[in-house]
Nanobody
Framework: QAQLVESGGGSVQAGGSLRLSCAAS????????MGWFRQAPGKEREGVAG???????TYADSVKGRFTISQDNAKNTLYLHMNKLKPEDTAMYYC??????????????????????WGKGTLVTISS
């Protein structure tokens, strides 16, 4: 049973940084697609960043240049490094994954979609 557990959320002031982590277990596929999503109060969930098993990355326009997605395969951990945080980045952040990398991304900009497994989320609050 695949399990994704996020951590690293918190409250910081605008301009600050946070690093989110997503520990993956029970996920043995060598071809995969993973991503970070977020949902702000009263808004729909949106894709933030994605990475596949060969290291291709994508970002939402709103975070490009400020956020970096990375993975440590030895630790089975996905990261989201967030810099220059803004109040509009306040949201619950979710890690998600699915098997296979060939249909990882869709849309414009291309972001992960159709994810099979989700974590429970970690809250990020940015104050002005």
């Amino acid at each position: 049973q695949a399990q994704l557990v996020e951590s690293g959320g918190g409250s910081v002031q605008a301009g600050g940084s946070l690093r989110l982590s997503c520990a993956a277990s029970g996920y043995t596929s060598s071809s995969y697609c993973m991503g970070w999503f977020r949902q702000a109060p009263g808004k729909e969930r949106e894709g933030v960043a994605g990475i596949d098993s060969v290291g291709r990355t994508t970002y939402a326009d709103s975070v490009k240049g400020r956020f970096t997605i990375s993975q440590d395969n030895a630790k089975n951990t996905l990261y989201l490094h967030m810099n220059k945080l803004k109040p509009e980045d306040t949201a619950m952040y979710y890690c998600a994954a699915k098997r296979g990398r060939y249909d990882c991304y869709a849309g414009s900009p291309s972001l992960p979609y159709g994810m099979d497994h989700w974590g429970k989320g970690t809250l990020v609050t940015i104050s002005s």
